[in-house]
């Protein structure tokens, strides 16, 4: 058994970083259209469920975040789980730049917002209430619509993409 040490978050914003990849994540592109109509597009891991009823998700972006404004001030957006074959749809949305749409074949929704095809699963949401929170905002969507189809999940661990391994059953 390996020795620990408690650590101060704000001691080392490093080490809370390394602490909080201990946590497997899922992987999603979380779409919305700006109020001039663009697509916008942003890789995160911050995905989680939030109430059965009401039927509400959340996830998290930067404050530092290029597309900010646009998520802020969206009435809908959609949330994407991507699957075990799409890590470069991942990294071509974790890009700071906006032309990440390019070469991404999508459809947009009865709201405007842009779908990606092919994903595990996707949760079409209206904007329910967002929340200041340190360098983060939270937005709590409550999900309108939903899709999925039987497949791997893309992972996130420890800093780096993974799929799954062996079950546990």
Known sequence: MSSTKTIDPEESQL???TCLGQF???VSVVTCSAADGHACGITANSFSSVSLEPPLIL???AKSSNSLDAY???KDFAIHILNADQLALSIQFARSDH???????YERSAANVP???NC???FECSTHKIHDSGDHYIIV???DRFTWEKSEPLLFFRGRYRKLGDKID
Do not use: D, E
């Open 141 to 143: 969507g409550r999900v």
């Open 72 to 74: 802020l001030q969206a």
């Open 115 to 117: 779908i990606l095809p």
């Open 59 to 61: 996830w998290n972006i």
């Open 24 to 26: 497997a994540t899922g």
């Open 99 to 105: 032309t990440m749409f390019n070469g991404v074949s």
């Open 120 to 122: 595990a699963a996707v």
């Open 15 to 17: 080490a809370y970083r």
